[in-house]
């Protein structure tokens, strides 16, 4: 069983920062690729980035490519979502994702790949 417990979010104004984190249990959490997803109201979750176990690789969603960073602390056992250059488009329930296999490749931005999932925080932007 591996617990994810996200925080960090909040509300900000356009052009803001925030930094969101994902506290995970598990012994093996160096093992794990993490995701981070957001859904906003009325839309689907979608796939914001991804990084693998060591953090030497990166995914990022298109619309947060430049502005986003991915990354981890396996000692830890954190991973991290800062988000700089904030939209109003931003503004979602964030969530972190773990899949446990810890494979790297295509469908990284596909939500049934990952095994566990946090509750969520919120961010929003206002404009």
């Known amino acids: 069983q591996v617990q994810l417990v996200e925080s960090g979010g909040g509300l900000v104004q356009a052009g803001g920062s925030l930094r969101l984190s994902c506290a995970a249990s598990?012994?093996?959490?160096?093992?794990?690729?993490m995701a981070w997803f957001r859904q906003a109201p009325g839309k689907e979750r979608e796939f914001v980035a991804a990084?693998?176990?060591?953090?030497?690789?990166?995914a990022y969603a298109d619309s947060v490519k430049g502005r986003f960073t991915i990354s981890r602390d396996n000692d830890k056992n954190t991973v991290y979502l800062e988000m700089n250059n904030l939209k109003p488009e931003d503004t979602a329930v964030y969530y972190c994702?773990?899949?446990?296999?810890?494979?790297w490749g295509p469908g990284l931005s596909t939500r049934g790949r990952y095994d566990y999932w946090g509750q969520g925080t919120q961010v929003t932007v206002s404009s």
């Open positions: 994702a773990a899949d446990l296999v810890g494979s």
């Open positions: 990084i693998n176990w060591s953090g030497s690789m990166r």
């Open positions: 598990g012994r093996t959490f160096s093992s794990y690729t």
